[in-house]
């Protein structure tokens, strides 16, 4: 990788959070300034602009999103097949006179 595509990597990292300049130096042999140079020079210059990498982010967001909704649905499904097989163990004890759930705390004979 050219040093430019590599100095554009480590300041969309930063950018993204979750790593210091420390540990971005360090993890790729630079100084500490040298990083918080290239982040404050690249805030300066781009006041508005996204990152090159921002639509990959996106791209990842909207799976997490895609993702969240799929589990609140299966989530939605599982409740409510507890609550029918609620209503199941509840109609069988009032037809058959049975107690088919087990109060807490009672021995085993």
Do not use: C
């Not at 999103?65 to 199941?88: C, I, P």
């Amino acid at each position: 990788m050219d040093k430019q595509g590599e100095k554009q990597r480590i300041i969309a990292e930063y950018l993204l959070g979750g790593v210091s300049t420390r540990k971005l130096a360090n993890r790729h042999g630079y100084s500490h300034a040298t990083v918080s140079r290239w982040v404050m020079a690249h805030q300066r210059n781009t006041k508005n602009q996204p990152l090159k990498f921002s639509k990959k982010v996106l791209e990842t967001k909207q799976e997490m999103l895609t993702d969240v909704q799929e589990l609140q649905e299966a989530l939605r499904l599982s409740q409510l097949k507890v609550e029918l097989l609620e209503a199941m163990i509840d109609i069988s004890d009032e037809q058959f006179g049975t107690a088919i759930r087990k109060k807490a705390g009672t021995r085993q004979s």
